[in-house]
């Protein structure tokens, strides 16, 4: 049965993070769950700009339960420190949406000395996970979404093991690319692993296909009219469309662990949900072990998964 976003179920009483809440997809996201009774957790970096999607969802959906934590996912005491606070509030989630990120940003580290666009798209993801995990419920309907991209099919179509953080030279795009391949190599190391584990809880991927979100502030006035005025309304959808697919892998009672889901239309780039194309570079078995081993080392991450 196709997937209707207008027919979304009751999920009143179930708990959501979705990091990156107040713009963009998260934004979308956030709108749609709440539209459900989900209660969800607001993970953003910037408390005005939060509070501001959190009193415009308000005003629009009655009723909708929500709640602003901060964190700084490109930086993993912050990410430690959200992890500590959620769990003295909450004691258990149903869905964490691994949805926040940024785009074709300068070449910089973070505090931890990682890349830019790795720290804040991935790194940040990957703690939070493993910090969060075991408060998730045995259950397929508790689920972790990870959002992945188009971009994934681009760039050098591998994790740069030799150097992740760029220190011999930078190229934006192929960072962005690396960071997107990077989070649904990761979506499907942990189904893998949850499955070992015995564990119900689903491990599902995501992407929005084309979309003009803030993700797209890096490119200069000039180029977002030409994108606009050109190809854009060929290959590009509003954010609330492009959304559906996060939507989707969280609430579809059909999904499966460790599909990967976005838009059917012309190369992904638009249109309904439904299941989307997983690239062999993505099903690397063996690269998809070798980065989850470097990033619990990077990280110090501490799964909370057991083979059974």
């Not at 030279?169 to 692993?193: D, N």
């Not at 564990?199 to 490119?219: F, M």
């Not at 005025?229 to 559906?244: K, N």
């Amino acid at each position: 049965m196709p997937f209707d976003i207008n027919n979304l179920p009751d999920a009143n009483g179930k708990l959501a993070v979705i990091t990156g809440a107040n713009t963009g997809l998260g934004f979308e996201n956030t709108r749609y769950f709440a539209r459900t009774g989900i209660k969800v957790v607001m993970a953003c970096r910037s408390e005005a700009r939060a509070l501001d999607a959190k009193a415009r969802i308000e005003a629009e959906i009655e009723g909708a339960d929500l709640e602003f934590m901060q964190v700084d996912l490109s930086d993993l005491s912050s990410v430690r420190k959200f992890a500590a606070a959620f769990r003295n509030q909450h004691d258990t989630l149903d869905l964490l949406i691994n949805n926040a990120g940024i785009m074709w940003t300068p070449f910089e580290k973070s505090v931890d000395g990682f890349e830019g666009q790795m720290a804040a798209n991935y790194f940040g993801h990957y703690l939070l996970t493993s910090l969060l995990l075991d408060l998730i419920p045995d259950t397929p309907e508790s689920r972790v979404v990870s959002l992945s991209s188009v971009a994934h099919t681009q760039g050098l179509k591998r994790i740069r093991f030799e150097d992740m953080h760029w220190d011999k030279g930078y190229h934006k795009h192929q960072a962005y690319a690396q960071t997107k391949l990077a989070c649904l190599m990761f979506a499907l190391e942990l189904q893998r692993r949850l499955q070992l584990a015995g564990r119900k809880t689903l491990s599902v991927a995501a992407h929005p296909g084309v979309s003009e979100t803030e993700l797209a502030r890096t490119l200069k006035p000039w180029q977002s009219a030409m994108m606009r005025y050109t190809i854009a309304p060929l290959i590009s959808h509003e954010p609330p469309q492009a959304a559906i697919p996060q939507v989707m892998a969280a609430l579809d009672p059909d999904v499966k662990g460790g599909e990967y889901l976005g838009p059917q239309g012309l190369g992904e780039t638009r249109g309904g949900p439904g299941r989307a194309k997983v690239k062999p570079w993505a099903r690397d078995a063996e690269a998809n072990r070798r980065l989850w081993e470097v990033s619990q080392q990077l990280t110090e991450a501490d799964w909370p998964l057991q083979e059974s």
